[in-house]
C-alpha cells in the first residue's frame, strides 16, 4: 500500500544555536566523562570536549551514536523553530 505525502503548510527547522545547547546539556548531565563518551563512540576525547562545551556539533551518525551511549533519542536533541520564529 502506498502511503501519501500530504504537503504541510506550516514551516519548521531546528534552531542549531538552542540544539547545540541541548547536545551540550545532555552530555554534562550524562555523568559520563568526555574520555568514555569518545572511548564508547570511537573518537577523541577531544571532540567530545567540543560538543559539551558548544563548540562542535556532531554529524547524523555521531548523534545517532550519542543518543544511544546517552538513552535518549535523537529527537531529544532538536529544538524546533516554528512559522512565528522563522519570521
Do not use: C, Y
Amino acid at each position: 500500500m502506498k502511503k501519501e505525502i500530504t504537503k504541510s503548510r506550516r514551516t519548521v527547522a531546528a534552531d542549531m544555536n538552542a540544539t547545540t545547547k541541548m547536545v551540550s546539556k545532555f552530555i554534562s548531565e550524562s555523568g559520563l566523562s568526555d574520555k568514555e563518551i569518545a572511548e564508547a563512540m570511537g573518537l577523541k576525547a577531544q571532540t567530545i570536549n567540543k560538543w559539551r562545551h558548544g563548540n562542535g556539533f556532531p554529524d547524523v551518525e555521531n548523534l545517532f551514536m550519542l543518543s544511544r551511549i546517552l538513552g535518549i533519542q535523537v529527537d531529544d536533541f532538536f529544538v524546533i523553530k516554528t512559522d512565528r520564529q522563522l519570521q
